[in-house]
């Protein structure tokens, strides 16, 4: 099997088998007990939830350029019906 079959394959939303259910969103740290469990032994409590911040950077800068898109292609819509309207 290639790996771009392997690799559409193992995106899909519906679990196979053994397959983890890593999109699972249960919490807003994913890790919470373990990241506790990291805290309060004292290992790097400066940067534990690192990972976590960059993912939740990514979500609102995804979630932007989709509103932003929304807004240009409503925007684009809005001035073509005026174009319209007038001719």
Do not use: C
Request: avoid cysteine; charged fraction near 25%; hydrophobic fraction near 45%.
């Amino acid at each position: 099997m290639s790996y771009r079959w392997r690799h559409l394959l193992n995106q899909l939303p519906i679990a196979f088998g053994m397959r983890s259910d890593r999109r699972l969103k249960t919490t807003r740290l994913k890790h919470a007990q373990f990241v506790s469990y990291l805290e309060d032994s004292g290992f790097r409590t400066h940067n534990v939830d690192h990972h976590e911040r960059s993912l939740r950077r990514r979500r609102v800068v995804k979630t932007f350029l989709l509103v932003a898109t929304a807004f240009g292609a409503a925007w684009v819509i809005m001035e073509s019906a005026r174009a319209v309207v007038l001719f």
